[in-house]
């Protein structure tokens, strides 16, 4: 079937062969020329799709396969939803210590592109609970493979580059509670919420913190910051996980986000949040944070968003604020949403959005003074030796992400010498020339 895919931001939107196997035979069959692996296909970038590749979509693949509570380990098909493992785990006291914020992405895509959850300091990145794959690629079948074999460090934030990965087993913990209080405190500059995040690193199960810079000439960041704890509470329901669908090339036919509602919008979502400074949350807002607020993505309109997520060492992020609001104040950009979060403990390689220090997201409107705005910041980016989410920035060019990322070259190279006709190809790997 071929239909027009677009990504989340909706940057892009290509014409692409999609085709969605059902059973293992169909697997063995795999369609001739490029390919791209295929999860639920949410990323916010071109991920799972080329305009000349057959994307191979594992969404029917989404069976438990084995499952092993004393040891606490599952193996499941990789298309499964988390949402899905959450409704059979939860109800036994376990869960995945590594959740995104959205019920309907697959273990595939979270496999691929490694992502981070709530509490990086804690449980790191999806990668490092993952303990077993199968990957399927047509010139070399399907291969399983241990932590130790180089291919699962190259299949494990791969970029869906390697194969497709038809089953995964992974490492689960006990469910810490079924509910969370959720501490907002104001903070009055985002270098002050630096500092607040730095001290909750270790003593909080959950903290971030969320910025106002929707006015370009008058904010400095007021915000809060959010720290959480585990509770349990007998009331808490598992079971209503119900995901709307979430379709990326569904928008308002005018944005409602801009320069004059923005503000207001933020301002708003400030004040709500300090009127009630302790709120119980349940669980499942905990996890899933983006779950009834899938218009945000329909909000910026036809043209969509580009969201901007750098890791930054903890120690330059106010010298490097300054020159960031600089720029701001010259392009004139309004942000709808700035957020940070700390990073301890990761390790960065290849092109893994990993290490240690402060993630720093924002979305900005898709427009020629986003644009130009994003552009001017990759190269203070590349300054101040901050590495770009590849899976998160539409616009990322392949001499940003190589200066930005040690691992580029060798990334491309462990690919090409695996497989030297590069099967998979997606968008986003034609942008990076990977
Ligand atoms: C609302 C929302 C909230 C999010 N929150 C977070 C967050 O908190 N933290 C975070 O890190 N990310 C977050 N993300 C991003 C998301 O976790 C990743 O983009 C994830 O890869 C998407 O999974 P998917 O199933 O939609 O994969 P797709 O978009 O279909 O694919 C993503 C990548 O994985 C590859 N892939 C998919 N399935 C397979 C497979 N079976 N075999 C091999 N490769 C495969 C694809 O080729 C592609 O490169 C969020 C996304 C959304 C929409």
Known sequence: MTSRTASLDRHLSESCRIEKPDRYQELDHLPDGPIAARGAGLSYVAASFESHATSVCLGAFDRILAFDPTVRSITVEAGISLGKLHRFLAPLGLCLPV?????????????????????????????????????????????????????????????????????????????????????????????????????????SDMAYGWFDFSTPNHQDGAGFITSARWITDQTARTDDLKAPSLDPAQALPLPAFNRLTMPVI??????????????????????????????????????????????????????YIKAWRLCQIKHGVPVMLTTLKAFTGGKQSLLRYDGAGLSFTIDVANTLSSLAFLAELDGLNVEFGAVSSVMKDSRLSMATVRAQYGDYDTFRERLRTYD???????ALSRRLDL
Request: charged letters at 15%; one cysteine or more.
């Open 99 to 203: 959740q995104p914020g959205y019920p309907a992405l697959t273990v595939g895509g979270c496999v691929a592109a490694d992502v981070h959850g709530k509490n990086h300091g804690r449980e790191g990145t999806f990668g490092r609970h993952v303990t077993g794959l199968k990957l399927l690629h047509p010139d070399h079948g399907m291969v399983a493979l241990a932590p130790c074999d180089d291919l699962f460090t190259l299949t494990v934030g791969g970029l869906g580059l390697t194969g497709i990965i038809v089953t995964a087993t992974l490492s689960l913990i006990p469910l810490a509670g079924t509910a969370m209080i959720m501490v907002h405190s104001a903070v009055a500059t985002i270098e002050d919420g630096a500092v607040a995040l730095a001290q909750l690193a270790d003593t």
């Open 266 to 319: 933020n301002h708003l979502y400030r004040w709500s949040n300090l009127r009630q400074t302790k709120v119980r949350t349940p669980l499942q807002a905990v996890l899933w944070p983006a779950l009834g607020r899938e218009n945000y993505f329909k909000f910026y309109g036809p043209d969509g968003f580009i969201e901007s997520q750098i890791l930054m060492q903890r120690d330059k992020f106010a010298e």
């Open 420 to 426: 030297p006709s590069r099967r998979f190809v997606t």
